[in-house]
């Protein structure tokens, strides 16, 4: 396994009280495969990303718990020394926002050459002629021309693909995507999902796609990661979640994606609110929302059970759930 994520547990303490982000995170990821994360928002999805590349706001954040293991090593027993070096060149993250991710005064070639200058010691018209050529790959049209213009002068796309290129430039063995495609309209959010699945494809690359938009991981993701209240309540591969969830919470999540058969018919939405996480329900966290809880969910916490051998469902009935 490239990365594995065992039972990650990260907190907040602020003036109001001690917010439980992630509690008790498991996850993993192989080289060459897509795990799509899912849950909407609060869930702790970016938290989970950022302890993992090791740029967790601390404090006020805090891993309180697990392990980290990256290529076999538990990355939060290193020094920041040997992170940073990790950090770039063996993972790299793409963020929702390019237009503040990137550095406004500096060029977008300054910006991509940069990382062949520092991490490989090239000379900046070798980095610049590599900035050129990553350019390319992402296809962002007459780079030659372009590669000397500053991150405001492209379009959001065209911004999100820059963003990819800083990432693929090193060609790391992992990449967490947040949110990549979520500041951007429709026709180029399939644009630039596409073009992130098959440079992953390519470079035989872990990635981590974080979302909340169930619709656009069917295509890319090989399995699912659906988190509530900082846990993972299913995970499976992709195809089993969406023939028969697990979860009622994933399937609260898959009754609201809009489909264009059912045009006109009102969109569901799970009721209710996430939890507030400095009191989270007791039992399972999930149970003043969903539509299956009965006594024993308010009051004893679902282990993960195991519906497969590569799947697991964090709810006391998952076998009727299962079974629709
Ligand atoms: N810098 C911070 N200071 C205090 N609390 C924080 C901080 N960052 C995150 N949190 C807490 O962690 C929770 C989970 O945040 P996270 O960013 O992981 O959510 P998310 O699942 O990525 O949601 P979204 O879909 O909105 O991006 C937040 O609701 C908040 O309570
Ligand atoms: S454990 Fe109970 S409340 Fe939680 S998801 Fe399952 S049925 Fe719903
Ligand atoms: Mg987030």
């Known amino acids: 396994m490239l990365l594995e994520v065992r039972d990650l547990h990260v907190e907040f303490r602020t003036r109001d009280g001690v917010a439980k982000a992630v509690n008790g995170v498991s996850y993993g990821v192989d080289a060459g495969e897509t795990l799509a994360v899912l849950g909407e928002s609060g869930s702790g999805k970016s938290v989970t990303a950022q302890a993992v590349m090791g740029i967790l706001d601390q404090p006020p954040g805090r891993i309180t718990g697990g392990e980290i293991l990256f290529q076999g090593r538990d990355l939060l027993t290193l020094k920041e020394g040997e992170r940073r070096k990790v950090r770039g060149a063996e993972m790299a993250m793409i963020f929702q926002d390019a237009l503040s991710a990137l550095n406004p005064v500096l060029s977008v070639g300054e910006q991509l050459g940069e990382m ?36 405001h002068q492209f379009s959001g796309g065209m911004r999100q693909r ?22 951007l309209d429709v026709t180029v959010q399939a644009q630039v999902m596409d073009l992130l699945a098959e440079l992953r494809r390519e470079y035989r690359m872990g990635l981590i796609l ?32 969406y023939k028969a969830p697990a979860h009622p919470y994933t399937r609260g999540l898959l009754d609201s994606i809009p489909r264009l058969d059912q045009k006109g018919r009102e969109l569901y939405a799970i009721k209710g609110l996430p939890p507030n996480l400095m009191n989270i329900p007791q ?17 004893d916490v679902p282990e993960v059970h195991a519906v497969d051998e590569d799947r697991g469902s964090a709810c006391h009935f998952w076998k009727e759930c299962l079974n629709g």
């Open 210 to 241: 974080i979302t909340h938009d169930l619709g656009v991981v069917a295509d890319v993701a090989d399995r699912i990661a659906v988190m509530y209240a900082g846990r993972i309540v299913e995970s499976a591969p992709v195809h089993d979640i």
């Open 116 to 151: 062949f200058v520092v991490h490989r010691g090239m000379s900046r018209k070798d980095a610049r002629a590599k900035a050129v050529e990553l350019m390319d790959r992402v296809r962002i049209p007459a780079a030659v021309e372009r590669v000397g213009q500053y991150p």
């Open 283 to 299: 039992g399972c966290a999930f149970h003043p929302r969903c539509p299956k809880a009965r006594d024993i969910c308010r009051t």
């Open 162 to 183: 820059i963003m990819i290129a800083m990432a693929l430039a090193l060609e790391p063995a992992l990449i967490i995507a947040d949110e990549p495609t979520t500041a």
